[in-house]
């Protein structure tokens, strides 16, 4: 499948600036693992402390809900760094992405991720007034949210070497 002509003719200078320069191209590079990192870094520690403290009491549960306010704009944070490098290497070279299971693979993983990331702001609301089915929400939202973040890496990864 060829990506839109209007998009491959507005992204030509990019695509050109993109290849011909080593420190644009690394740049981009840089800014997607960092913003990795800084999202995926973020979501993978809260996700585990998530699983730790629904096995704990109440007043536990309760400064964890605290401490996951403080990282959701973090991880937001890496997402948005992610977004922009992505479509900056997406329009560098559009026919080898455009065409490519493992890029679109990727997008529907991101796509759920952030699907999940709503439900588990949601639970964490509810768990303030119905602790019991809002802590199972979370536990389950923070386990998918750990499976795609690593199925995330590895289409990445699968993305780079073909």
Known sequence: MAPPEFLVDASQSWARLYA??????TGVMYVHLAGLLLGGGAAVAADRETLKAAREPEPVRADHLAFL????????????????????????DLDTFWSANAFWIKMSL?????ANGLVMRRA?????????RAWRRLKATSILSLALWFAILLASTILASS
């Open 20 to 25: 011909d320069s080593r420190l644009v191209s």
């Open 69 to 92: 306010g403080t990282v959701h704009g973090i991880a937001i944070t890496g997402l948005a760094m992610l977004a922009a490098s992505g479509a900056a290497m997406l329009l560098a």
């Open 124 to 132: 964490e609301q509810l768990a303030r007034t119905l602790p019991a």
């Open 110 to 114: 991101i796509a759920l991720l952030l």
